[in-house]
């Protein structure tokens, strides 16, 4: 999996690409907490790219999300489409957290 | 035909033993992308498995079985010799809670569960055996 970073607009575009899975979570969790330390508290994942992802993956979701709401920030999901949109749906995100179809449908 | 992959219950295994379902399943002409909860909820049951089914100094084996039907439905046998254990029995995860009163994990099975057609536990001589199945219709 391929983690890209960019900060612009006042919040920073978290870019996932390839496989999320229980192998490479604790790679993304590693780096988004280190994306909170270092203050950024308005942050988008980008799942455009991703082709895969299982519990392991949406556990590091939430646990971001735990983390930036704590500190009056907020954590969304962009680029859902195909068998992701359908991951997070059925485990029922939308209803904890901003989902979005596009990068270009965000606010 | 049927094949069947063994190795031991690490986590260094899982990307080899959903490579074993992918290959089957290009071998058959189906798109990887249509394999997508298949390759998941196997995830779910191997993770599981890696985690709870043998003590940390003593790792036993995982036996992965595919086979595909005429119909182009897959059933893949997941077979461990830890402890009896029915992953099926957890009562899933409330997906309505709202963010605060949910827990986080429980969340695997539940997925498994709504992405095959049918999923089936035994414990038939000291092993766990779990069963699922998913229908491809042409």
């Avoid at chain 2, 189906?30 to 498995?49: F, R, T």
């Avoid at chain 2, 036993?60 to 830890?82: A, F, M, P, R």
């Amino acid at each position: 999996m391929e983690i890209g970073k960019l900060v612009e607009e006042g919040r920073c575009v978290v870019g996932l690409k390839g496989r999320l899975d229980a192998v490479t979570a604790p790679e993304l969790e590693l780096s988004l907490g280190k994306i909170i330390e270092e203050g950024n508290l308005n942050i988008v994942l980008d799942l455009t790219n991703l082709e895969y992802v299982s519990s392991a993956g949406l556990r590091i979701f939430l646990v971001a999300t735990k983390k930036v709401k704590a500190l009056k920030g907020e954590l969304c999901l962009a680029g859902l489409s195909g068998n992701i949109k359908e991951v997070i749906e059925i485990s029922g995100f939308p209803s904890i957290m901003p989902c979005y179809d596009t990068m270009e449908d965000l606010p | 035909m049927n094949k069947t992959l063994v190795l031991s219950a690490r986590l260094e295994n899982l990307e080899a033993f959903l490579a074993h379902i992918r290959n089957s399943a290009t071998d058959r002409g189906l798109d990887v992308k249509l394999l997508y909860p298949v390759e998941l909820s196997l995830e779910e049951v191997l993770v599981n498995i890696i985690s709870y089914a043998y003590p940390e100094e003593k790792k036993g084996n995982i036996e992965l079985t595919c086979s595909w039907d005429s119909q182009h439905g897959v059933t893949i046998k997941v077979v461990d010799y830890g402890a009896a254990f029915d992953p099926l029995a957890k009562p899933d995860p409330d997906t309505n809670l709202s963010f605060y009163e949910r827990g986080i994990g429980g969340l695997g099975i539940f997925l498994t569960k709504k992405m095959m057609d049918e999923v089936v536990y035994e414990r038939s001589h000291d092993k766990n055996i779990l069963t699922m199945i998913k229908q491809y219709p042409r």
